[in-house]
T-cell receptor, first 112, second 114 residues
Framework: GQQLNQSPQSMFIQEGEDVSMNCTSS?????WLWYKQDPGEGPVLLIA?????ELTSNGRLTAQFGITRKDSFLNISASIPSDVGIYFC????????????FGPGTSLSVIP | GAVVSQHPSRVICKSGTSVKIECRSL??????MFWYRQFPKQSLMLMAT?????????EQGVEKDKFLINHASLTLSTLTVTSAHPEDSSFYIC??????????FGPGTRLTVL
């Protein structure tokens, strides 16, 4: 079945550093979604990408839809303590466009 | 932005009892809602798709008689965990579909079964 892989699994960075995380799939996705989940909360949509090659920003966040449609990356610039959380990539399933498949997540810790 | 609420946010119950969790879309109508389960340090796993006015569609391995879903209106879906056991303890999250490929998530419900 469709699976998403994320790397790295976890990151520990100093406040102010830039962050880059990756999401890959063995199959093509037509939409890439990036969510952030704070501890004990539901995921919040950060960025949605709809077109191969698309580069989209949301404040300090930038995400790109890979040209092969099998990968996407998310960058966070000048990290701050509130960036702490788990970042999930996600995409609609092949068999049902409604179903969203989530990657395993990248856990980000920011050291003040 | 679109807001989805869940109630309760936290529930502790005895083994064998049933627990109902509500999911509401506050500022939009959702014909489709989704229920996820998340174990500690794991990703979200889709349990079922809830469709307004019709039966829910369950993912493979999810017992429909144990996890009862009702989507009686365009803004409310409920998940009832029947005869809960300690292994059902988890973080349950709902989402509501706003557009074809965008879902907004509720804040989650932490269920602890003693």
């Amino acid at each position: 079945g469709q699976q998403l892989n994320q790397s790295p699994q976890s990151m520990f960075i100093q406040e102010g550093e830039d962050v880059s995380m990756n999401c890959t799939s063995s199959s093509i996705f037509n939409t890439w979604l990036w969510y952030k989940q704070d501890p004990g909360e539901g995921p919040v949509l950060l960025i949605a990408l709809y077109k191969a090659g698309e580069l989209t920003s949301n404040g300090r966040l930038t995400a790109q839809f890979g040209i092969t449609r099998k990968d996407s990356f998310l960058n966070i610039s000048a990290s701050i303590p509130s960036d702490v959380g788990i970042y999930f990539c996600a995409g609609p399933g092949r068999t049902s466009y409604d179903k969203v498949i989530f990657g395993p997540g990248t856990s980000l810790s920011v050291i003040p | 932005g679109a807001v989805v609420s869940q109630h309760p946010s936290r529930v502790i119950c005895k083994s064998g009892t049933s627990v109902k969790i509500e999911c509401r879309s506050l500022d939009f109508q959702a014909t489709t809602m989704f229920w996820y389960r998340q174990f500690p340090k794991q990703s979200l796993m889709l349990m079922a798709t809830s469709n307004e006015g019709s039966k829910a569609t369950y993912e493979q391995g999810v017992e429909k008689d144990k996890f009862l879903i009702n989507h009686a209106s365009l803004t409310l879906s409920t998940l009832t965990v029947t005869s809960a056991h300690p292994e059902d303890s988890s973080f349950y999250i709902c989402s509501a579909r706003l557009s074809t490929d965008t879902q907004y998530f509720g804040p989650g419900t932490r269920l602890t079964v003693l």
